[in-house]
């Protein structure tokens, strides 16, 4: 079994060379503890918005737009395939990259399909999630 450190967010240090921008992640997964790392191990500058569920999130990101998205491909009553759909057809969403978490990498086809800018294989660890992240922003 895996054991991630956190550092609370006020421990967080600001990384100007990583992220010199204001990014808004939209992290959509039903699994707590990839939530919590998620919102712990961004920088500073980066505001992870956390929700279960992928109409939530749609709602969520119709109000304010995201810099990109990382979803499970299942996860609540609505999981990353439907989300890709739902973006693609708000215009100001259509454009916004999605990370998909897939249990296994035979879905990866599934990810391309649909058009994910990307995906990756689970357990993922923190630092190659949020770097995934970031690389999809700049």
Known sequence: ????????????????ATSPKHIRIVAVT???????????GFPQQVDVVETVDA?????????TVPSAVVVDLQTGSS????????????PALASVPVLILLEREQDAWLAR?????????KPVETGEL?????????
């Open 55 to 63: 109409r939530d999130a749609v709602r969520s990101m119709r109000e």
């Open 1 to 16: 079994m895996k054991e991630t450190l956190l550092a609370s967010k006020s421990e967080r240090v600001a990384d100007p």
């Open 79 to 90: 999981g990353g395939i439907s989300l890709l759909k739902e973006m693609q057809q708000h």
């Open 113 to 121: 399909a649909f058009g994910a800018a990307g995906h990756l294989t």
């Open 130 to 138: 949020v770097a995934g992240l970031l690389s999809l922003v700049d």
């Open 30 to 40: 039903d699994d707590h503890r990839l939530r919590e790392e998620l919102s712990y």
